[in-house]
């Protein structure tokens, strides 16, 4: 088979006969092609992390460009899990590569926003139904919580509270419906909404 493999065992067997002895060893071999490091994928999932979370704070604004090779040094690492880190943020549409090769941060248009909450809204439907049905009392019992915290919060004006519980309500409703590539799903939408809602706040004469 063509490419690279590993030798994954070498067995020794032994034994004897008539006073004499004899040794085999035998080479086995897998035919896998030969995997990645973990340390390296930790290192490229750190890395995404990162810059996603630079990202969608608006630290890293809209039309940078990521070079590679300084992004590197700044955070200590090879150009390899730098690289996979920007195709992971690639394929989210955090960032896009240009003609030229260059990655440069992207924003989204009026009618990406309302496809993001459109999506959003569906994947919250979605994971509230199966919450209906897979949620342990205890975790009931905690949503119902939630929600009078949000109540208090919002009598006494505490939006910033109401915002952060409404965060940790829909995570609990998450977390009850077992749904792992829904919740994916969400922490991406809900990220670019995140997104938006950076640039609004930040912008002049937002009223």
Known sequence: ?????????????????????????EVVRMDVPV???VELSSRRDEVYRLLRRAIVR???SVGTRLVASQLADQVGVSRTPLREALQLLEREGFVRRLATGVVEVVGLSRDE????????SALEGLAARYA??????????????ILAATERSARKSRFE??????LEFHGAIQKASRLKFAADHLETMRDHINRYRA?????????
């Open 58 to 60: 608006g630290e890293i």
């Open 113 to 120: 926003i309302e496809e993001v909450f459109a999506i959003r």
């Open 132 to 145: 209906a049905m897979r949620a342990a009392p205890e975790e009931v019992e905690r949503m119902a919580q």
């Open 35 to 37: 995997l990645p490091r």
């Open 199 to 207: 640039h609004t706040i930040a912008t002049p004469g937002r009223a």
């Open 161 to 166: 509270e109401v915002d952060m519980e409404g």
């Open 1 to 25: 088979m063509n490419g690279e493999y590993c030798i994954q065992d070498v067995r020794v067997a032994s034994a004897t006969a008539g006073g004499g002895g004899w040794t085999c060893c």
